[in-house]
């Protein structure tokens, strides 16, 4: 491995054809705007047109405050968190465009409510559930976690939700399932980003079934104290601490339990570079960049990138014998 860069410009993280039409691609969104008035909604285009993300002040808890946690179940003591303003200004939400403040000021075009949940697949009683009838199933909880995204930064986010297992167990897969795939919402109007081709939609993520039972798997509905903003994946999204921040599928609709390993949208997009596992892991590089360390935004010395992120114990067991070369 030599010469590695330290990080990919944005521009590479895209597949490259469509980072090349990127022209292309604006111009498309130019000619969606045009249905988008035409329908009567008010959306903003990808890549700069719109107003400066307005920043909402930090909520603490109070009377004000609909959410409850019942405590915080995992900390990163040693490690700062992310302020607030950036882990909800910088984000990869390639629905509502492909730079990192695009989703904050594009993705108030998401509806959140009413949203259904469909469970479906390998599962004792395929459902259609309401999201609030599910966010009242489970005491919500806070869990600091390390966030490290393929592309080489990070951050440390104080979320809200649940457990996975929790909800698995509770929707009752059956004995033959392997895997969970989870699907994000699929509607351009709402979402601008789908009316080009930048990936395969609906974005689909999966795990394998004991991953998704493994203790650190959450459920975010939350974070700093308050419910999700749309850009963080609003109302529900996919938190795996150990894995590459694109695991974390966001807005979910559907569940679907399968016997068979689900295909993931950054593996069908481009397979010699992102893989089903996705396990952070600083010896396996990117074809393009190295991932042995990390820009943890807001800090200026880079980080060592940790094994699984820093949660091998938690972890590392459910890849006994497996050649994490291979299965990246
Ligand atoms: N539906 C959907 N989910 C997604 C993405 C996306 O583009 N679409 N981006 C992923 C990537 S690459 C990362 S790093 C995280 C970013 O989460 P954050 O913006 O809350 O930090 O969301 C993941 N989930
Ligand atoms: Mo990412």
């Known amino acids: 491995m030599k010469d590695l860069p330290k990080e990919p410009l944005s521009s590479e993280i895209t597949p490259k054809a469509v980072y090349v039409n990127r022209r ?36 603490a808890a109070s ?11 995992y900390d990163v003591p040693d490690e700062a968190q992310t302020p607030n303003r950036d882990v909800i ?21 998401l509806v959140t409510r009413p949203w259904t949940i469909q469970v479906e697949g390998l599962v004792a009683r395929p459902q259609t559930i309401d999201v609030d009838t599910l966010l009242n199933w489970f005491p919500l909880e806070e869990r600091v976690y390390r966030m490290r995204c393929v592309e080489a930064w990070s951050m440390v986010i104080p979320w809200l939700g649940f457990p996975l297992a929790s909800l698995v167990k509770r929707l009752e897969p059956m004995g033959s399932a392997k895997f969970i795939e989870f699907t994000t919402l699929l509607n351009p109007e709402q979402m601008p980003g789908q009316r080009s081709p930048i990936l395969k939609w609906p974005y689909v993520e999966g795990l394998r079934l004991d991953e998704a039972l493994n203790p650190l798997a959450f459920i975010a509905t939350g974070l700093y104290g308050s419910v999700l903003l749309n850009q963080s994946g609003a109302p529900l999204r996919l938190v795996t601490p150990w894995k590459y921040g694109f695991k974390g599928v966001k807005s979910i609709v559907k569940i679907r339990f399968t016997d068979e390993q689900p295909k993931n949208t950054w593996a069908i997009a481009a ?17 393009r960049w190295s991932q042995a360390n990390e820009r943890r935004i807001g800090e200026f010395q880079r980080r060592k990138t940790l ?19 291979a299965n990246f």
């Open 24 to 59: 292309e691609f604006m111009k498309n969104g130019a000619l969606a705007l045009g249905t988008a008035a035409a329908t009567g909604s008010a959306l903003l285009w990808l890549g700069g047109q719109g107003p400066p993300p307005d920043v909402p002040e930090v909520a």
């Open 63 to 73: 009377a004000d405050n609909p959410l409850i946690v019942a405590g915080r179940s």
């Open 89 to 109: 200004t910088y984000n990869n939400y390639y629905e509502f465009g492909i730079d990192k403040d695009d989703p904050a000021r594009n993705a108030h075009t």
């Open 271 to 287: 397979p010699r570079e992102y893989g089903f596992y996705a396990n952070v892991n600083p010896e396996v590089n990117h074809p």
């Open 307 to 325: 094994p699984f992120n820093g949660y091998a114990d938690e972890v590392a067991g459910l890849y006994a014998g497996m050649d994490l070369r």
